[in-house]
Structures are given as C-alpha cells and as structure tokens.
C-alpha cells in the first residue's frame, strides 16, 4: 500500500490548481439534453482526464451523448461519476462560477464537477492510474437511460465502486440510497356536453381523484416507502366532461421488496366508475443501494480517515437515487457520496467548501490504496 502521509500536503499545494480546473468545468455548461454542450464537455474531460490518468479514454457514444470510459483492471475499483447537470443552457449568465470566502458557486459546481475534479486528482496522487478506472457519463440527471448498460457493464469487472456524487452534510458518505420506481396512470372515460348531458359521460377527472387518492394505501410509513402523485393532466376544454386524464406517480424505498411491492399493487389497479378504463405503465428505474452493499467499503473509508489523522466519515441514508444504486444492484460494492462537501445540489444557491478539497481528495486516494488501487 502506498504511503498516504503525503497526501494532505501535496493536494493542499495544488489547492488553487483544483479551484482553477472546476472553474474550467463549471464554465462549460452541460444541460442532460443539449447534445453539442454535452460533446463539447466530455471533448474537455477526455483531454484533461488522459492527463491525469496517462492514458486516452474510450468514448463511448449512446444516443448522441458521449461517455468516457477509463477501464478498470480486472477487479479494480472503479470511480464513477456524471458531468451532465440540470442547469439549461445560459445558467451562466445568471449564476457565474466564482469563488468568495472559501466558497465556490456555479451551475453543477457541487452535483457534480468538483467531484469530477477530486477524483482525478484522487487517481493520480494515489499512483493507482494505470489501475483504476473512471466512468464519466452524460445522462445521469435524466436516469441513466441510455448509459445504464454500460454502468453495469464496467462495475460488473470491478471490486468495488466508489460513488464520486455529492457528500451529505458535514461529508458524511452515502451508505445507503433509496430505489426508485416511476409509473403512469392513463385514464380514458367518455366526452359529453358537461351542461346539456353531462350523465351521458364517464368523468376521467373524477377517476383520475378515485385513483390519486388510493395511492396512499401503497404507502408503507414504517418502512419508509413513499408512493407520491405527481404530474396530473385531465380534459380539453371548460365545458366538456374529460375523456381522458393522466397521472405520474414518484415511488421510493430503501428495499427491493419494497419496490416490488409496491409494483405489484399498481399492477392490480382497477377502475372504480363503471366505463372508466385505466392504463398502468412504468416500472423500477433502479433499486436501492442497500446498507449491506457499502459495509466493507465504509471500514476501508474510515482506516484512510484514520491513517491522514482526518475525522472518520459519518454514514447516512439518502433519499434520492444516483448511478450507485445500479452498482449495488448487481451486486457490487458500492459506497456513495465520496465527492464535494457543500450543499443545496439542484438549487440555485448550490456550492463547494473550498478548504474540504484536499481533505477530501486525500481521503478518496487512500481509500483507492486500501482496495488494491495504489502503486
């Protein structure tokens, strides 16, 4: 195992160098469906990445969207991340990356480029880039729908996974990630004139209430799975009873069970006005990050901490998704949640803890020493 007294020192003294790269980062705008900002953003990752990591990345091209792929050796751990971001094209202008009083801000500063840039620098401080590999994808924040396979593909030859999303407050890493589920209730009932002959209809809006409301009984607050309307669209026009009606429906938990559960009971689904038809789609879109899955990476987390004579990261369950759940899914081990300390990730007030960067870089590396990754 490499030594890691070095660490804390040399990454301190690369500080500005770090601040200077998620400026560059932040300043180039990647909105998940801007397919030419995208490229334009993974074309920057892949020169600065080989860079670092001494070698060219593949780029692996799904749907228009380019994804970097710095391979593992067999067995090796992988670093995983995303350098899309929620923020539309222009944010910029409105929000500039700047740095005051050790506070970084910028669209996707904090989900997720200064994790981008930590684990670059983790890699190659670590002497583990010719080892470990990295995975950069570009529609994380839309669901991974087009980079899925490939996540899986590359965690399935690896040992370990570590996440490089956004730490919990105060850096705590992410031990555990609520599963998602999505689906979408489809109401058809039947048009009528809603003042001449309104009883001649089959309301879809009056369904579509039946239907939101029962969505409750799926609900399991003990276990803390929770099953939300969300999206709701009904009728044509004022004066016409609603032919047809729809809902979106966001359901979390922190099992598979749960998940399953919860799918069968929208599978069971039935109209309660008689004429109405209902149309169920959806599905699970990833399965938790179960605590079982971080339990060895969390050890190795906590001797790094111990061995730079940093406090040990706490353990938190999170509530949203990231790639980390496909990981864990297959059942690799996963630990979440290793990147930038900050806050607010999505909000226009989102930023980065400056100082925390080499500390937590520092602790990245030595982690990556701990499983076979260090020179």
């Not at 067995?75 to 700047?98: A, K, R």
């Not at 009083?101 to 583990?128: H, N, T």
């Not at 002959?197 to 939101?212: F, I, K, M, R, S």
């Not at 605590?291 to 987390?301: G, K, R």
């Amino acid at each position: 195992m490499a030594s890691t007294q070095r660490y804390l020192a040399d990454l301190s003294a690369e500080l500005d160098a770090m601040v200077a790269l998620l400026g560059q980062l932040v300043n180039c705008e990647s909105p998940s469906e801007d397919l030419s900002a995208l490229d334009r953003c993974a074309e920057l990752l892949a020169a600065v990445g080989a860079g670092f990591l001494g070698r060219e990345p593949e780029r692996v091209v799904l749907a228009g969207i380019t994804n970097l792929v710095w391979r593992p050796r067999p067995n090796g751990p992988l670093l995983l991340g995303h350098y899309d971001t929620v923020w539309p094209m222009g944010t910029l202008t409105e929000l500039p990356f700047s740095t005051h009083e050790g506070i970084a801000r910028g669209p996707g500063v904090f989900d997720m480029k200064a994790g981008i840039v930590q684990m670059l620098y983790a890699a190659r401080i670590s002497g583990a880039h010719d080892r470990v590999g990295l995975l950069l994808t570009g529609d994380e924040e839309t669901g991974s729908l087009t980079s899925r396979a490939l996540v899986e593909e590359l965690a399935g030859k690896a040992g370990a996974v570590l996440v490089g999303e956004p730490s919990a407050p105060g850096g705590a890493v992410k031990i555990a990630r609520k599963g998602v589920a999505r689906f979408r209730v489809a109401v058809r009932g039947r048009a009528a004139h809603a003042g001449l002959e309104p009883e001649l209809g089959v309301n879809a809006t009056v369904e579509l209430a039946h239907q939101v409301l029962a969505m409750s009984s799926a609900q399991r607050a003990d276990l803390g799975t929770t099953v939300t309307p969300t999206v709701a669209t009904s009728g044509s026009t004022v004066n016409t009873v609603p032919e047809t009606a729809a809902f979106d429906i966001d359901v979390r938990g922190w099992t598979r069970a749960e998940l399953d559960r919860v799918t069968r009971h929208m599978q069971t689904l039935r109209a309660v006005l008689p004429d109405a038809e209902l149309s169920v789609t959806g599905g699970v879109n990833r399965y938790p990050l179960e605590e079982a899955m971080s339990a060895d990476l969390v050890a190795h987390a906590r001797a790094a901490a111990r061995e730079l004579g940093l406090p040990e990261p706490e353990g938190v369950r999170s509530g949203g998704g990231s790639d980390g759940n496909l990981t864990a899914a297959i059942g690799i081990p996963t630990l979440d949640g290793m990147g930038a300390v900050g806050g607010h990730p999505h909000a226009r007030d989102e930023f980065v803890q400056i100082a925390t960067m080499p500390a937590r870089t520092a602790l990245l590396a030595a982690t990556l020493d701990r499983l076979g990754g260090g020179a």
